[in-house]
């Protein structure tokens, strides 16, 4: 931007061919209003106009969406850690889970290994006999087991 494109004199803007200073002139239709003041005041600074210049005007319009986009960012971020707490949550439940379950089988493991101790106490007391009566309970509960499957 050259010194002279900036050069408020009073000769007439049409004659020295400067496009910014035919741009300043008043429109043709009466009004009195300037509207090309933000683009003067951003030429030539701020000079009390009241106008914005067009860098000031881009600044802003920037600054907005950058906040814009940092208000979608925090919104993003909000759903974002509510997902994880309900995630942690979720993984906290299943862990008691499994380990309500770990202790269950657990459970179940000491019931088997003493009815099994307890049956064989009882095979060596009983002989044949009650081996017969095992083989034949364990057969119908097989077939039983099928019956409800099929």
């Not at 008043?26 to 209003?33: A, F, T």
């Not at 907005?64 to 919104?75: A, F, H, M, V």
């Not at 439940?93 to 657990?106: A, P, V, Y």
């Amino acid at each position: 931007m050259k010194q002279s494109s900036r050069n408020h004199s009073k000769t007439n803007p049409q004659q020295n061919g400067d496009p910014f200073n035919q741009m300043r002139q008043r429109p043709k239709n009466g009004r009195n209003d300037d509207m090309y003041g933000n683009l003067e005041s951003g030429r030539n600074g701020n000079r009390g106009g009241g106008g914005m210049s067009s860098h000031d005007a881009n600044a802003n319009i920037m600054e907005q969406q950058n906040n814009d986009r940092i208000s979608e960012l925090s919104d993003q971020v909000a759903r974002l850690k509510g997902l994880t707490i309900d995630i942690g949550n979720e993984v906290r439940e299943q862990n008691s889970l499994l380990d309500n379950m770990g202790d269950g089988f657990s459970n179940v493991g000491d019931m088997l290994t003493g009815s099994l101790g307890r049956m064989g106490v009882m095979l060596e007391r009983g002989g044949a006999k009650h081996m017969c009566y095992l083989v034949a309970f364990v057969v119908f509960v097989m077939v039983f087991l099928y019956w409800l499957v099929r």
